[in-house]
């Protein structure tokens, strides 16, 4: 899963991008207000880390154009302590979430995919699809009750075609979910992860609709 990290206190964001690239998510980082507003324009995070202490444009102000461009987009403030304030206005200015600083960076990754699962329409940890299931907190995965070994990238690979069974989607779209900004991507990359999902799990897995896309049956069995 891709997300945007918003801080510009370098130490901080530094620890949040390696942490979370830690716990399996792609993340972006930017150090202010106008970059951010660039990055949230180019739709491919799933979820936004919002300082809301910035230069160049403040978080509030970040998340006021966000929403007003009708951006759904799950969005969680950084907001400092005693702040009680900056928490309200966040949270009416479209917030979903936040978090006190200091804080845990296994709970920021616990928090971030509970509300991707949320913003999917679905409250279970776990998703399924047919007999295929894959657990974004623990990173189990399993295929008719068999747990599978994946890489970090098949993993991150099937997850975004479980979160759209049934959705065609293209090359461009899968490497901007499975990659961050200034990652270098091969170019048979892709189809080489790819090879190894249907190995490993069944050839049928991801379909390849020639010069087209990629789908995921629904119906997996
Ligand atoms: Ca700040």
Same mark, same amino acid.
């Given at each position: 899963m891709r997300v945007l990290v918003v801080e510009d206190d370098a130490l901080l964001g530094d620890a949040i991008q390696a942490g979370l690239k830690q716990k399996g998510f792609v993340a972006d980082w930017v150090r202010d207000g106008a970059a951010a507003d660039l990055a949230l324009e +180019? =739709? +491919?995070?799933?979820a936004v880390v919002l300082?809301? =202490?910035?230069?160049?444009?403040?978080g509030l102000e970040v998340l006021a154009r966000l929403r007003g461009r009708k951006d759904p987009v799950p969005v969680l403030i950084l907001t400092a302590r005693d702040t009680v304030e900056d928490r309200i206005a966040g949270l009416d200015a479209g917030a979903d979430d936040y978090l006190v600083k200091p804080f845990d960076l296994g709970e920021l990754a616990a928090r971030l995919r509970a509300l991707t699962r949320r913003a999917g =329409?679905?409250?279970?940890?776990a998703i399924a699809v047919g007999a295929l299931s894959l657990d974004p907190a623990t990173h189990e995965v399993t295929w008719r009750g068999e747990a599978m070994a994946l890489s970090r990238k098949e993993f991150s690979l099937l997850h975004a075609f479980m979160l759209n069974p049934g959705k065609v989607m293209t090359r461009g779209e899968l490497e901007d979910k499975l990659y961050g900004w200034g990652e270098e991507i091969e170019s048979n990359a892709m189809e080489v992860h790819l090879h190894h999902l249907r190995k490993k799990i069944f050839p049928g897995v991801v379909r390849t609709l020639r010069g087209v896309g990629y789908v995921m049956p629904r119906d997996l069995a």
């Open positions: +180019t =739709g +491919t995070h799933a300082d809301i =202490g910035l230069p160049r444009r403040s =329409g679905s409250a279970a940890a």
